[in-house]
């Protein structure tokens, strides 16, 4: 079984759930040692008070073949996120990979609302999760992986930088979140490629999430039960899909070629060739202008 990432540590901010676990998991099967943090854990759950915990993530991890490592953390408190890095730096010495994912809106954001109905500090939270936390998370953890060259950010949001330069984002709030880190990715690109290190911005398609199967009502092993009342959910993947384009770009010598670009998984699927547990390779964002913000019929062929 290749390992490529033997060796290497990485830090995923934000690996509760979701896209944070599908990838925690994929570095781990990779070979990496992967610490995993967020406010869930099997003492205390967050706001969100879902049973999914950082533990729960580094068990995955550690059973893919890496190594897992809990540690909680709230990323809004530089005092807890300087401790985190303190403690990578004393257990490991380096940090090769930062995955900045960290969110925590969901029940914030009221969709198609405009934001002076929308309730402002709801909103106001929302940022401060979506942009404050991968901000201090970076101040803290970059001195750490610029001291080896080679190292990767990677900064999750929902969206390109194409499709979210013309598309509203279901709020002003978290449109502008989104948006925002995606220049996070480009910013961090041009401080961070002088230095020897690379960052980008990244998105994975239409997510088959714990919370997006509880949404619908279903599990991953019966989610097209649900294509009946939502038919495009046709295109989605599975959280280990943006797992599997962290770990090429993780592996790859050459991924300064992506520094300050924005990317997604389905695009990333066709360079490196990865493809989801099932198979297929979604391209969920092309998908979406040319299928269902179309107003064209869910049909996937050609796009999975």
Known sequence: MSRPLDGKVAL???ATRGAGRGIAVELGAAGATVYVTGRSTRARRSEYDRPETIEDTADLVTAAGGTGIAVPA???DPAQVRAVIDRIDEERGRLDVLVNDIWGGETLFEW????WEHDLDNGLRLLRLAVDTHAITSHHALPLLLRRPGGLVVEMTDGTAEYNGVTYRNSFFYDLAKTAVLRMGFSLGRELGPRGATA?????GWMRSEIMLDAF???EENWRDALERVPH???SETPRFVGRAVAALAADPDVARFNGQSLSSGGLARVYGFTDLDGSRPDAWRYLVEVQDAGKPADVTGYR
């Open 74 to 76: 709230d990323h809004l």
């Open 217 to 219: 009502g279903v599990r």
């Open 12 to 14: 995923v901010a934000g």
């Open 200 to 204: 980008l911005a990244l998105t994975p």
């Open 233 to 235: 959910f046709a295109i």
């Open 112 to 115: 198609d609302t405009p934001v």
